[in-house]
């Protein structure tokens, strides 16, 4: 379908739709972790945009890092030294794990860009931690403010957040066309989509969908019908290892990634205080196994299995990925007490890392549809 390539478009020009936003004066704020209000950046119409990697050699990062750090963080930080990212404004994190947070402080040390902020982020959903986010985000509010020489408004803060879950519906729907028996649209094509909804403005996405939306019924070429897989595990920024899963018999009808329904799952509910409904909605989402309520994620990825279909999953772990290594065991322990085979792919976010595990992923596919 030719609006798929339009998707496609924006993450392989993710760069120059960057630039030419700053072009029009508006700023542009990097960020990585999917506990950044998105809806706080829109509203002082700026472009959030999402820090992504490249599968590439990352030589110049290798004499900052250790051979032991995650490669995703690695990736995004060489990008970085080579002034992919120099066109940023800014650049806003979150504590999700000890590389991210580390590489915060190189990226704050070794670029040029002018603004940066840490959004300290509870690991915990308490009304404590409740209370404290919401100070954290106002913090967050001003310091745009201050820095950018603007006012945020709440008028555009609601805005923002009508903007966004319209959003969020519309990747909704998009997910619904998976739970058919005979899916309209493969993992790899959902991924582009995902991803490109954090690189470009959410109005453009939101009329990008709806066109979709409306010509997909009609579609002539359906993907192939496979082993019906969720995916989980660390950053993928890539469609590269769906490519793999989808040429070898397999096809992903659902996932649990920060690159997925993580991000865009739960919507921000109508408040008269919208920073406080901000700060819930993000305190609240699909857990990622950084934080303490495992229970919930765990939750959410059986739902997804008996929503859609799920024969099996696939857990891919970014080599040296700490919350996802340490979740992986007991994830698995718990989906194969329900009788859900899942396989654990252990990988680096290089082209090297991602040849190897085609044979181990056609193996795992053969054997599910082996099973009775």
């Given at each position: 379908m030719r609006i798929l390539q339009s998707f496609r478009n924006i993450l392989s020009e993710r760069h120059d739709i960057a630039r030419s936003w700053k072009n029009q004066n508006k700023p542009v704020i990097g960020w990585n972790s999917t506990y950044t209000p998105e809806e706080i950046i829109h509203a002082m119409d700026a472009l959030p945009v999402r820090i992504l990697g490249s599968t590439k050699p990352t030589m110049l990062a290798d004499a900052y890092l250790p051979r032991n750090a995650c490669?995703?963080?690695?990736?995004?930080?060489?990008?970085?030294?080579?002034?992919?990212?120099?066109?940023?404004?800014?650049?806003?994190?979150?504590?999700?794990?000890?590389?991210?947070?580390?590489?915060?402080?190189?990226?704050?040390?070794?670029?040029k860009?002018?603004?940066?902020?840490?959004?300290?982020?509870?690991?915990?959903?308490?009304?404590?931690?409740?209370?404290?986010?919401?100070?954290?985000?106002?913090?967050?509010?001003?310091?745009?403010?201050?820095?950018?020489?603007?006012t945020i408004t709440n008028k555009k803060i609601q805005h923002s957040i009508q903007l966004c879950n319209e959003n969020r519906d519309l990747l909704k729907k998009i997910y619904d066309l998976r739970k058919r028996d005979t899916p309209l649209i493969n993992g790899t094509e959902t991924l582009e989509i995902v991803l490109s909804s954090m690189l470009t403005s959410k109005s453009e996405h939101n009329t990008l969908l709806k066109q979709l939306l409306k010509e997909i019924e009609t579609r002539i070429d359906p993907p192939k019908p496979g082993v019906r897989l969720l995916i989980t595990g660390s950053m993928m920024g890539t469609p590269?290892?769906?490519?793999?899963?989808?040429?070898?018999?397999?096809?992903?009808?659902?996932?649990?990634?920060?690159?997925?329904?993580?991000?865009?799952?739960?919507?921000?509910?109508?408040?008269?205080?919208?920073?406080?409904?901000?700060?819930?909605?993000?305190?609240?989402?699909?857990?990622s196994p950084s934080r303490y309520n495992w229970e919930e994620r765990v939750s959410h990825i059986k739902n997804m299995i008996k929503q859609f279909n799920v024969e099996a999953v696939i857990n891919f772990l970014l080599k040296f990925c700490d919350t996802h290594m340490f979740d992986a065991p007991l994830l698995t322990e718990e989906l194969k007490n329900q009788g859900i085979h899942v396989l654990n792919v252990e990988w680096e976010h290089t082209r090297s890392g991602i040849a190897p595990i085609k044979n181990r992923i056609e193996a795992f596919i053969e054997t599910i549809k082996g099973v009775p």
């Open positions: 490669s995703f963080a690695r990736s995004t930080f060489d990008l970085a030294l080579r002034s992919s990212y120099a066109y940023l404004d800014g650049f806003v994190t979150s504590n999700s794990c000890d590389n991210f947070n580390k590489t915060y402080d190189l990226w704050r040390h070794c670029t860009i002018p603004y940066f902020h840490f959004i300290n982020t509870p690991h915990t959903n308490t009304q404590k931690a409740h209370d404290f986010f919401h100070q954290e985000i106002t913090r967050f509010k001003e310091s745009l403010e201050e820095t950018f020489k603007t590269d290892l769906l490519n793999i899963i989808e040429s070898v018999g397999g096809i992903a009808v659902a996932d649990d990634l920060c690159t997925g329904t993580r991000y865009f799952w739960t919507l921000v509910q109508t408040d008269k205080n919208p920073i406080k409904a901000i700060s819930k909605r993000y305190l609240n989402k699909i857990p």
